[in-house]
C-alpha cells in the first residue's frame, strides 16, 4: 500500500531519540487533544485563545516540546497528564492522545 507524499513525512531520527543514526522512519500528522488551564491561556506567547483545542503534530513529540511549541512557560507548569496519567516532559506523545497542561500551584 502506497501512500501519498503529501501525506508522509521522512525524518532522520537520532540515537538519542532510540533510533540508529541512518535509520529513516515514516511519520505521518498526528491529531492530539489538549487541555489548558484557564490561567496560563495569558501566559502563553503568544497567548492561548481557547483552553481546549486539538492540534495536529507533523511527527513525534515528547511532552516538554508541546509546551514549548505552546508557548507556555515551563515554570509555570506544574503536571502534565496524558490520558489522564500523570507523564515525565520526555513522555513521547501519541496519536489521538489527550493532553491536560495544569499550572503550578501558589499559595499565600
Known amino acids: 500500500m502506497t501512500m501519498a507524499l503529501s501525506k508522509v513525512r521522512y525524518r532522520l531520527l537520532f540515537a538519542e531519540n532510540g533510533f540508529h543514526r ?9 491529531l492530539i ?27 513525534p513529540c515528547d511532552v ?15 503536571s502534565i497528564t496524558v490520558n489522564k496519567r500523570r507523564k ?8 489521538g492522545d489527550t493532553i491536560a497542561i495544569i499550572p503550578a500551584i501558589s499559595g499565600g
Open 22 to 30: 541512518n535509520s529513516i522512519r515514516q511519520v505521518e500528522n498526528m
Open 33 to 59: 487533544h489538549v487541555k489548558v488551564a484557564t490561567v496560563l491561556l495569558k501566559k502563553a506567547n503568544p497567548p492561548l485563545p481557547k483552553s481546549e483545542f486539538s492540534l495536529n503534530l507533523d511527527g
Open 64 to 78: 516538554a516540546s508541546l509546551v514549548e511549541k505552546l508557548g507556555i512557560p515551563k515554570n509555570l507548569v506544574g
Open 88 to 95: 515525565s516532559p520526555d513522555h513521547v506523545l501519541s496519536e
